[in-house]
């Protein structure tokens, strides 16, 4: 009786996920492309797991198809995954996306047939991320889950897979940060292009936040000294916190080294103002020749 007995491996509950913002995108492009007949569409993921934290940073399309049967480009995805090596060497298979609203049992096959093969011997599960394209409930639910294989311990082969969900949060270094912002902006303004703010403009648009931030903490502040409103120690807590944090710098000092940077700004901008402008009118004067 114990050879037929059925096993569920566990042990991936600590897991947690980090995905960088430019691989949400390029799900999402690949979902545009997509051929007019399928449904879905798939690819894998890459980054690094450290300790149980899986950061996703990179991906790729890998074309498939699904009907009675699963067919996923091998070829394909190792020729790719050989080409982004050379380009990100640390950066390793981490697991597969799909786009739709669930899990399928399409996806119990990719994951135990394709993906756990790609790893190896790695005793980590592959992470499977859905992006819900279809925007159920109105939103852009993007999930992440782990698998238990499922099988009798006189079989090689699992029976199948349990999807686990594991805790999903956005991850982004400074560069993507400001990407993101960039499109925010499209969105709020009701159009569909945004342009790149130059220096002075995002100097402007910072101190105008930062003037607005005050403004709010001033006005709190000031309703619950009146009595207007109950105090609450956390909020004053983190408002002791945060001033605490600030250096003290004298106004006539400060003002000094504003303007002393400022100007360094604007000697910047100036430089390469007239270095465009040299270069364009040297492309001219060549096309002229």
């Known amino acids: 009786m114990g050879d037929t007995t059925l096993f569920l491996e566990t042990g991936h509950s600590s897991v947690s996920v980090k995905l960088h913002p430019v691989v949400l995108f390029t799900i999402l492009d690949h979902f545009v492309r997509r051929n007019d007949k399928q449904e879905r569409v798939i690819g894998t993921l890459l980054g690094s797991n450290n300790d149980g934290v899986v950061e996703i940073r990179n991906c790729f399309p890998v074309p498939h198809t699904e009907g009675e049967q699963v067919a996923v480009d091998m070829d394909f995805h190792r020729n790719m995954y050989e080409l982004h090596l050379k380009a990100n060497p640390k950066e390793t298979i981490i697991g597969w996306y799909a786009t739709g609203s669930e ?64 805790k999903l949060e956005l991850d982004y270094v400074e560069a993507e940060r400001i990407g993101v912002d960039v499109l925010s902006r499209a969105k709020s303004d009701g159009t569909s292009v945004s342009n790149l703010v130059t220096d002075m403009g995002n100097l402007e648009s910072e101190i105008t936040k930062l003037h607005k931030i005050i403004e709010t903490i001033s006005e ?43 100007q360094d700004l604007l000697m910047v901008t100036y430089l390469a103002n007239l270095s465009r402008t040299q270069l364009v009118l040297a492309e001219r004067l060549q096309n002229l020749v």
């Open 103 to 166: 899990i399928t049992e399409h996806s119990v096959l990719i994951q135990n047939d394709f993906y756990w093969r790609e790893l190896g011997q790695s005793q980590s599960s592959p992470v499977h991320v859905i992006v819900d394209t279809n925007l159920t409930g109105g939103t852009l639910d993007v999930k992440a889950f782990i698998s238990n294989n499922i099988g009798f311990q006189t079989s090689e082969k699992p029976l199948g897979a349990q999807f686990q969900p594991v």
């Open 220 to 262: 709190y502040v000031d309703k619950v000294v009146k009595g207007d409103i109950k105090a609450d120690n956390n909020v004053g807590r983190f408002l002791m916190n945060s001033i605490g944090s600030i250096q003290k710098i004298d106004v006539a000092a400060f003002e000094k080294m504003f303007n002393n940077s400022l």
